[in-house]
């Protein structure tokens, strides 16, 4: 493993250079104000139609149409969504300067080939792991969220040390910049999502609620158990991995953990893993959500749909609306 921290970074490489940060929602807002407030010269590119543009101007940013935005460039980071960074690419190629870098905070659409980049311009990620309400916050309280970087393209020879640069800019090289590819950073960040983190997570969850309701149980005794307090056990486990997470529950909790944990993730769930791994790996699922934005994305919107219906949610939001602390 290579990490770099502050130590390891010259952002002097970055100094008076213009840094273009397309797109203004999450993760946008807090790379352009953190590196606004480490003193890099920050453009934002908006749609004028678009609600973010009052927004990142009452945040003190200079915000431009994204052709306008590019131009002069040194960076030019793309934080829209993944489905509309190849279109956006295209609007904007021939205005950005020859020997900018194009950067990301994911590679899906380099590493699936949806963008191919000008053979002049160094390509990069910086992807930090977390979201971005948690890169600003942390940023402000002197800290940083970890950052995984990686060079795609370096025409100017110089690509990871600018890359780093932006890095420090936003706070990731406080915390650790890990060297990656392209290619780890999107094959594991899909499976992730995929497997634990949204759809192993969720489908876990709602599993155990429908189990407990159709056996009789209550459904607002069914919600606290498996939705509710699954975040106290999150906040042990990433505070403190495993380890932690044994010495704070109870001994029958860490009993039943250990002898039913495998009856439910077993050899069916583990090869259901390397199904869907196998499927990010070799872009099967890349060009099914390709295909599915192509055509309006009638699935995604059908089974977004049934989780929003589900009584899960029902039950969950009339639970949570009695929790004040939740408005916090």
């Given at each position: 493993?290579?990490?770099y921290?502050?130590?390891d970074v ?5 100094a008076n ?12 807002r ?10 890099f ?6 749609r004028?139609?678009g609600a973010s543009?009052?927004i ?5 940013l ?9 131009k002069g460039a040194?960076?030019?980071m ?5 489905m509309v960074?190849?279109?956006l ?7 950005i300067?020859q020997?900018?870098m ?7 659409a380099?590493h699936?080939k949806q963008i191919e980049?000008r ?5 990069s990620l910086i992807?930090p792991?977390?979201p971005?309400g948690l890169?600003r916050?942390?940023y ?10 990686a060079?795609h ?19 990731g090289a ?15 960040d ?6 634990v ?5 969720t489908?876990?969850?709602v599993a155990?609620?429908?189990t ?5 149980y209550q459904?607002e005794?069914?919600?606290y158990?498996v939705?509710h307090e ?16 044994h010495?704070f529950?109870?001994d029958?909790a860490a009993?039943g ?12 769930s ?6 869907i791994l196998t ?7 890349a060009?099914?959500w ?10 995604f919107k059908r089974?977004m ?7 899960i949610e029902k039950?969950g939001?009339?639970l949570?609306g009695r ?6």
């Amino acid at each position: 493993m290579q990490m770099y921290s502050e130590a390891d970074v010259d952002i002097s490489c970055l100094a008076n250079r213009q840094v273009t940060v397309l797109g203004y929602g999450s993760q946008g807002r807090a790379h352009a104000l953190n590196l606004k407030d480490s003193g890099f010269n920050v453009v934002v590119g908006l749609r004028p139609s678009g609600a973010s543009w009052a927004i990142a101007e009452a945040d003190g940013l200079t915000v431009q149409e994204p052709s306008d935005a590019v131009k002069g460039a040194a960076v030019v980071m793309f934080l829209t969504p993944d489905m509309v960074q190849k279109s956006l690419y295209q609007s904007v190629e021939g205005d950005i300067d020859q020997g900018a870098m194009l950067m990301f905070a994911h590679g899906l659409a380099i590493h699936y080939k949806q963008i191919e980049p000008r053979a002049d311009l160094d390509v990069s990620l910086i992807a930090p792991k977390g979201p971005g309400g948690l890169v600003r916050r942390q940023y402000e309280e002197g800290h940083g969220v970890p950052c995984l970087v990686a060079v795609h393209q370096d025409a100017s020879g110089n690509a990871l040390n600018i890359a780093l640069a932006y890095a420090a800019g936003i706070g990731g090289a406080r915390a650790g910049v890990i060297k990656t590819t392209f290619a780890e950073e999107t094959e594991t960040d899909l499976f992730g999502e995929q497997a634990v983190l949204c759809g192993g997570a969720t489908e876990l969850i709602v599993a155990g609620f429908e189990t407990l309701v159709e056996a009789g149980y209550q459904p607002e005794v069914a919600y606290y158990e498996v939705m509710h307090e699954l975040k106290l056990i999150v906040d042990l486990l990433h505070e403190g991995g495993l380890r932690k997470m044994h010495k704070f529950i109870s001994d029958t909790a860490a009993w039943g953990d250990m002898i039913s944990g495998p009856r439910v993730v077993g050899d069916t769930s583990r090869a259901a893993m390397k199904a869907i791994l196998t499927d990010i790996q070799d872009g099967t699922f890349a060009r099914t959500w390709i295909a599915e934005n192509e055509n309006g994305m009638p699935e995604f919107k059908r089974l977004m749909q049934a989780d929003l219906v589900h009584p899960i949610e029902k039950v969950g939001a009339d639970l949570r609306g009695r929790m004040d602390w939740l408005e916090e």
